[in-house]
C-alpha cells in the first residue's frame, strides 16, 4: 500500500520534488511510516519529462491523463499562474484527489473558491511552500499557534527584494545596479515587476490575513507598495536614525477589521527582523499567548520550496482516514481597514530647493493635517540642485499624512514627489 | 461530541492552561474544528482546585480519579519531574488515552519507554511544551522538515542562562550578581542549579537529538557543563574577537554517529543566534533541502509554555480517527561520539603569572597535541597578580586540546585552571 503522488509542472520546483521523492522515499518512509512514492508526472514540455529520477514513474503531456490516474492520491499542481493551474486544482479536487501547490497567486485570487470544492469533495488543499518557501510559517501559523488569536505578522516574504535592499544597504549602490546583478545572479526575474513591485510579496500578504484574521480577504483592498523608489539615500538616512529598510507584509487583527499592507518598512536596527539579510525571509508574528516568535529560512529556490510541499504531502500521509483540513476556515466577512485610517509613525524624505522657509511651510502643512515631527534630518549636500529634508513624525493616521504630502508636493519649492515609509 | 481534556498539576503552567480552555474554547473550535472542553482537574493541593475557570469542572485531589474518568480523552501531566509523572502517564496511556506532557526531564530519561508504551496501546504522546516553551520546533523538525534530514541544530534553550549571559553581557557584571537579580524577578530557580549547570539543556538536547537522528540517546552520553565559570572577562574577550557567549545544545548528524553536547559556546556577533537576547530561546537548524532555518520565541514562562501545550490538544483533536501517531521513531542504536573525537575551533583562557616564556611553553604543549593556535589576546592588565592569556585554535580535536590544557594547567606559572569553549 503505497501513497501515489503526481506532479503537475516538472519546472524548477517540480523537478525539486522529484528529486526529493526519488532519492528519499525509502529515509522518509523510515522516518515518518509514511509510504510516499511518486507515480505520475505531467508537463505540456517533453524535454522536462526526461528529468533523472523519473525511471518507471509514468509520465504525461497532458495533466488530464494525471489527474483520471487511479493510482494518484495526492496532485501537487507546480506550474504556478492562474490557468491551467485552477482548472487542474478543481478537477484534482472534484475528484476527491487531495492536492498540494505553491501557488500563492492562485490562492490569493481565489482562494475562496477552491477552498470551497475542497470542502464539497472532503480533500485537502495544502500550501506550505505558496509563502516563506522552506519556513513552515503555515504549519506554525494554523497548528502551531492554534492556542493564540494572532494579533499581528511582519513578514519578509520576497528573496528578491530582500537581496536587493540588503545589497543597497551593504554595498553603497543604487537599487538598478544591484537588480541588474541579480538577474544575472538568477536572484530576480526578468522582468521584476512581480518581485520588486510587491505584487509577489501582497499574494503572501493576502493568504496570512486570510489565515489569521479566519476571513475572506479581497486582494484588491491590500494596499501595495514595492522597493522601486527606494534610493541609497533613503538607507542612508533610515540607518542615520537607526533603522534598516525592509519590503514588509503587515497583517493585524485590529478592532475587528483587518489591516494588511505591503510596504518597504523602517525596522529598528536592533529588531531580529533587521538581521534577515540576502534572499533570506522571515516572519515575525506576535500572538495572544506566546507572544511574540519568528521563523527564518530560505524563501525561495528549488530545494527549500520542494522540501514544504514533500511536507505536505507528508502530512497528508499522516492524517492517513481522519478527515480533511479545510485550507482555511472563514468566519464572518471582516472588512480590510482603509489606508487612511492606518496609524503609526512614518518617515518622509522632501526633496526641494535650498531656500529659506522650507522647513516652517512644511511643517506648518503637516501639523493642519495632524501630522507633528519627531525628528528631522537636513544635511548640507545637495542632489542636482536641491537639498533632502528628511522628518519622523509621531503616531499619525496615515489619511492626514497623505494629505499633508499632496499639498506639500504642491509647493513651489519641491523639486520631486515627496515619499514616506511607515516605522514598525 | 466534544474532546475531554485532563489536567494532573494546576500549577503555573496548568493554570495557564485551564486559562486558555476556559476563554478560549469556543474561538479554537471556531478557528480550527476542534471541540475542546476542560472536564477535570487534579492537584495534590486543595487551593490549587480554586483556579479561576474552573467552573463546573471535576477536582481531584486524587490523579487516579481523573485517570480513570470515562470523560478524559486526553490527559495533559504539568507536574514535572520524574516520579509520579511517569506513572501517571503509563497509567493513561495503558488506559487508552492520549497525553500531552511538558515534561522534558522525564522524556530525556524514559522516553523509550514511554514511547513503547503509546505505541502497545495505540495513544498519542506529545510534548511540545517539552523543548522551546511556545516556539512550536517540535511540530517544525517533526512534520515542517520531515522531507528532510536534519544535518545539525544549534539551540538556545534555557532562558534564565541566556539572561544572565546577555545581562552580564549589557551591563558589566559578574554573574552571581546577575542571578541574584533574576531569582528576585522571578527569572531563576532557586537553587538555580538545573538552569546554570546545563541540566535543563540537556534534557531539552536529548530530546531533539533523539528526534533528528532517529535513535535512542542515552542522557548520560551527553556532555554538559553550565554557565557558572563563564566570567564577565570571557564575554569581553570574546568581544574583542567578534564573538558572543551563548549556552547551547547542540546536535549533529556525523557520519553515522550522533554528536550531542551542551557547552557555552562562541557565537559570531553577525550569527542570528548572536541576537536572541534575555529570556528568549532560539532554534537554528540546518537541514538536508531547507538548509538553515530559525525558530525564535519565548522558551518558558506560563502563558507560553501552556499555549504549546493547547496546541498539542488541538492536534490530537485534528487527528480524529486517524492511528496515532509514535512520539519518536527511533531507528537503529547510534552512538553519540565520543567528546574527544568532537571537532572545532576553541577559544582557550589561561590564569597565568606574568613571566618571560609562558606563551612559549603554553604553545610547545599545544602543538605536542596537534593544536594550532589562530589568534591570541593577551593585555597588560592584571588580575589578581596574574595575566589572562587568550587564545583561539585552528579546527582541532576535542581529545588533543583537553589532553593539553590537563598538561597546562600543571604547569608551575598556570595560577588557576585553563578553559576553553567551543566555537560555532
Do not use: W
Not at 198 to 213: E, F, N, R, V, W
Not at 349 to 376: E, F, M, W, Y
Not at 398 to 417: C, D, M, V, W
Amino acid at each position: 500500500m503505497s501513497l501515489g503522488v503526481g506532479i503537475i509542472g516538472a519546472g524548477t520546483v517540480g523537478s525539486g520534488v522529484i528529486e526529493i521523492l526519488a532519492e528519499s522515499a525509502a529515509s522518509i518512509r523510515e522516518r515518518t511510516g509514511v509510504p510516499v512514492e511518486l507515480v505520475h508526472v505531467a508537463d505540456t514540455q517533453p524535454a522536462a519529462l526526461e528529468t533523472p529520477g523519473l525511471g518507471n514513474v509514468r509520465a504525461s503531456l497532458d495533466a488530464e491523463a494525471l489527474l483520471s490516474d487511479p493510482d494518484v492520491d495526492i496532485v501537487c499542481e507546480l506550474i504556478g499562474g492562474i490557468e491551467p493551474a485552477k482548472t487542474f486544482i478543481l478537477n484534482a479536487l472534484k475528484a476527491g484527489k487531495n492536492v498540494v501547490t505553491a501557488n500563492k497567486m492562485l490562492l490569493a485570487y481565489h482562494g475562496p473558491e477552491l477552498c470551497k470544492a475542497a470542502a464539497d469533495n472532503g480533500a485537502e488543499l495544502r500550501y506550505e511552500a505558496a509563502v516563506g518557501g522552506g519556513i513552515p510559517i503555515i504549519k506554525s501559523l494554523r497548528e502551531g499557534l492554534a492556542a493564540n488569536t494572532i494579533k499581528s505578522v511582519y513578514g519578509i516574504l520576497n528573496g528578491t527584494c530582500n537581496y536587493i535592499l540588503t545589497r543597497m544597504t551593504h554595498e553603497d549602490r543604487e537599487l538598478e545596479e544591484v537588480l541588474k546583478q541579480a538577474q544575472e545572479l538568477g536572484f530576480a526575474e526578468t522582468p521584476p515587476d512581480l518581485d520588486v513591485e510587491g505584487h509577489d510579496t501582497m499574494h503572501k500578504c493576502q493568504i496570512i490575513a486570510s489565515l489569521c484574521c479566519s476571513t475572506e480577504v479581497d486582494p484588491a483592498d491590500i494596499p501595495v507598495e514595492g522597493i522601486t523608489h527606494i534610493t541609497r539615500a533613503d538607507i542612508v538616512y533610515a540607518s542615520e536614525m537607526g533603522y534598516v529598510i525592509k519590503l514588509l507584509a503587515i497583517v493585524r487583527n485590529v478592532d475587528g477589521e483587518v489591516e494588511a499592507q505591503v510596504r518597504p518598512t523602517l525596522v529598528p536596527e536592533e529588531h531580529l527582523l533587521a538581521s534577515v539579510r540576502n534572499e533570506f525571509n522571515a516572519v515575525y508574528v506576535d500572538s495572544e499567548h506566546t507572544g511574540p516568535t519568528l521563523y527564518y529560512g530560505k524563501g525561495a529556490g528549488q530545494m527549500p520550496t520542494a522540501s514544504a510541499v514533500v511536507a505536505d504531502i507528508i502530512d497528508i500521509g499522516l492524517r492517513g482516514e481522519a478527515s480533511a483540513l479545510p485550507p482555511f476556515i472563514y468566519g464572518p466577512r471582516r472588512k480590510v481597514r482603509d489606508e487612511d485610517q492606518l496609524e503609526g509613525r512614518y518617515y518622509i524624505r522632501l526633496t526641494t530647493k535650498d531656500q529659506p522657509g522650507v522647513l516652517g511651510q512644511v511643517c506648518t502643512v503637516l501639523g493642519n493635517h495632524g501630522v507633528s515631527i519627531a525628528s528631522c534630518i537636513q544635511h548640507e549636500r545637495h542632489v542636482n540642485d536641491a537639498v533632502h529634508v528628511v522628518l519622523m513624525t509621531h503616531e499619525t493616521k496615515q489619511g492626514g499624512l497623505t494629505a499633508a504630502l499632496r499639498e506639500i508636493n504642491s509647493l513651489p519649492f519641491i523639486t520631486k514627489p515627496s515619499h514616506r515609509m511607515p516605522v514598525l
